[in-house]
Nanobody, 115 residues
Framework: QVYLVESGGGLVQAGGSMRLSCIAS????????MGWYRQPPGKQRELVAT???????NYADSVKGRFTISRDTAKNTVFLQMNSLEPEDTAVYYC?????????WGQGTQVTVSS
């Protein structure tokens, strides 16, 4: 059973930086699009950023200019560099990848930004 595994979360002070990583549990899988979503406390899951297999990124307005998504398609990994973090960025961050109509999710990693 394929799934995605996130890492890099934790506690950081406002204004700090953090880098999240995600890798597929099976290297034989190659995703079309990959992305990051997050779920703040008491809210629904929301899109943070996506990146196509060609490397074209898309960002939510709330993170533009602060976050950068990138991927290594050959290694089946995706990254999220988060700078100038704010308390509002506190959430469980989930990695996502799709193969055709099928979507795969990680278990999530907690990012907590203290004020």
């Amino acid at each position: 059973q394929v799934y995605l595994v996130e890492s890099g979360g934790g506690l950081v002070q406002a204004g700090g930086s953090m880098r999240l990583s995600c890798i597929a549990s099976r290297s034989s899988f190659s995703f079309n699009d990959m992305g990051w979503y997050r779920q703040p406390p008491g809210k629904q899951r929301e899109l943070v950023a996506t990146v196509t297999s060609a490397g074209r990124p898309n960002y939510a307005d709330s993170v533009k200019g602060r976050f950068t998504i990138s991927r290594d398609t050959a290694k089946n990994t995706v990254f999220l560099q988060m700078n100038s973090l704010e308390p509002e960025d506190t959430a469980v961050y989930y990695c996502n990848g799709n193969i055709g109509f099928a979507h795969y999710w990680g278990q999530g990693t907690q990012v907590t930004v203290s004020s």
